[in-house]
């Protein structure tokens, strides 16, 4: 008879139960073979050999009754054999996986100091938001009578920006159709580029067209009907 006084229950075994957990209690810690524990010798009785299906049924039934009080004390390897554990063997699991566990102050303070390192490292690489205004800005009307939002961004030299939003002011009250809404233009730091962003809205999609021009000099303007044909602003 096998007591639990813990939980004060009682399994009475019979002789193939007995043998099985007889042999596991001699061979503590160890793999006890399978071969082993089919060949059932009782004292006073003719050995006889347990059936796979049988075999199986007992240590199943051992480990439903002790693993109850005692996690992982019985392992069983299919087609191998069976270990019964010296000390019963604890698995440890993860914080993450017990939502009713309580945090140590070392685990804690750990998550704290990683968060806090991950902010700081995120506020060093975030870049603020930079706003500008125009330093021209226009509404041109064209022969056509559309209406055209200009604006000119020069942070150097209001002078340029001045000229050539004059320059494109006359040059696009000339064209007889002009496609776009809006024309925004950015003058470079270094004075050799202007990039130009053509924007077209509909009732269903905006439109949009990049234009970068390379400029000898910043100080002339270049801008004539023949190019705004070419680059397509006016038709």
Known sequence: MLVD?????????NDN????LTQLVLHRGQVVPLTMLETVIVSGQVAHQLTQGELTSIIHHIIDYLCVSHLNLIEYIPDQGVILYPINQTKHPNILALPNRLLSWGQYGIIIGALLALL????SHIIPPMFTKADVLRQIIAASGKVIQLSIYDGKSPQ???LHAEC???QLRLCHHVRWDSIDAAISADRHYVSL???EFTETNWHYKNVKISVSDMHSPFITQAWLHKVNICG
């Open 197 to 199: 962003l053509l924007t």
């Open 5 to 13: 006084q813990t939980r004060s229950t009682q399994w009475h075994l």
């Open 17 to 20: 139960e007995y043998w099985v």
């Open 168 to 170: 494109l002011s006359t």
């Open 120 to 123: 700081l490292f995120l506020w």
């Open 160 to 162: 340029d920006a001045m």
